[in-house]
């Protein structure tokens, strides 16, 4: 079986090492040493400022609304994970989308000043795939209407836009190291931002609010992650650049084997540092697609439908109208990837896929 992708795994005498040290200190949990090593050298690797590793990227964006105090309105993209959208509802707050741009399949920031009302207190946008945002004309507009910038950059890990780190672009970013993710530590996220009037509320909002052991600072909830967590992450950092280099390696063969496929790929823009978090290909027409993931599930391989449906169809929330997002998300799929795809496979794949005529 091919899967859409793979957790890596570091040398479980690795793992086990830090096991040791845990059994032996018998802190399994509440900020730890090996938590706040983590944290430590996760901020140096991404060059922020503060970092906090939490339980997993949804209470990652739970915690920073509430840290920055949204209400009413906050603008959203509907082409994202479920998570984006669920946040906010969970919060109290009304999703508004705006439609995304047909080449980065990002929110489209000259259509977000047009949906400014008087009750629009934020945006949270997502950087698709890794693929950054227009980060500077949503600070424009934020900036113009007194609001607050949150990144979902869930796929971001590694990625450097204009020379820094795309996590330190916001008010505040939130990541994901679920067990799919290019890093990972099998359940966690971590909440980034530069203010640190804003990091001292997230700082006691992940734990309950405490302020001591008898005292609360305010409002809080359970969002720490234990040393289990971190342990992994601090095995899995080190083997980065050669996950990096085996997710360019197998995106490099697609590009190379579906010259002349049809598929369309979203634009990354200029200045971007990739990671090959994804792999993303827009069919003509959700026809084919359905029918390409059909023959290449038939073969044992399992491409993913990501990100479908399009979030405005969810129960929960009122439709908006965005076309290029319902378009991208009929037509979307992501091929299989991750660092030990051989390129046999690679050539299977594109082999099925060439072979529905998309010309």
């Known amino acids: ?16 090492h830090y096991l040791h040290k845990i059994w032996e200190s018998n802190q399994l949990t509440n900020n730890g040493q090996f938590v706040q090593e983590l944290e430590l050298k996760l901020k140096e690797y991404l060059g922020v ?4 590793f939490v339980s997993n990227g949804t209470i990652a964006l739970q915690i920073a609304i509430k840290a920055l105090d949204l209400h009413g309105e906050i603008i959203t993209t509907p082409f994202s994970y479920v998570a984006t959208t669920s946040s906010i509802v969970w919060e109290g707050c009304q999703p508004v989308f705006v439609d995304i741009d047909p080449r980065t399949l990002c929110l489209d920031p000259v259509r977000i000043e047009e949906t400014i009302t008087p009750q629009t207190t934020g945006i949270l946008a997502t950087h698709v795939y890794g693929i950054p945002c227009d980060v500077e ?28 780190s795309l996590v330190s672009y916001g008010d505040i970013s939130t990541l994901s190291f679920h067990a799919t993710k290019l890093f990972h530590t099998v359940e966690g996220g971590a ?25 609360f600072w305010g409002l809080g909830i359970n969002g720490k992650n234990s040393e289990f967590h971190a342990a992994m992450g601090l095995c899995n ?21 579906l010259v002349g496929s049809g598929l369309v790929r979203p634009t990354l823009p200029e ?14 027409s959700e026809e084919m697609l359905v029918g390409t993931r059909d023959r290449l599930n038939a073969a044992d391989i ?17 439709r908006d109208k965005a076309p290029i997002a319902e378009s991208a998300s009929a037509r979307v799929l992501c091929l299989p990837l ?11 794949i594109a082999g099925i896929i060439l072979n529905r005529g998309l010309d």
């Open 237 to 257: 950092l080190p083997y980065l650049p050669e996950i990096l280099s085996g997710r360019r390696q197998v995106s490099a063969w697609y590009d190379e084997l």
């Open 302 to 318: 399992y491409p993913r439908r990501y990100f479908h449906p399009c979030l405005d169809a969810l129960p929960y929330v009122e």
């Open 191 to 215: 909440i980034i931002t530069g203010d640190d009037e804003i990091a001292h509320r997230i700082r006691y909002m992940r734990n309950f609010g405490h302020n001591g052991p008898e005292d």
């Open 271 to 284: 200045g971007t540092e990739y990671n090959y978090a994804y792999y993303p290909v827009l069919f003509p």
């Open 338 to 348: 991750y660092p030990d795809l051989e390129r046999y496979n690679v050539i299977q």
């Open 1 to 16: 079986m091919i899967p859409v992708t793979k957790s890596y795994l570091p040398p479980i005498d690795e793992y086990v």
């Open 137 to 164: 004309k949503i600070k424009e507009v934020a900036q113009k209407h007194n609001l607050k910038i949150i990144y979902d950059a869930a796929h971001t890990f590694g990625v450097n836009f204009k020379g820094q």
């Open 49 to 52: 400022k503060h970092l906090f």
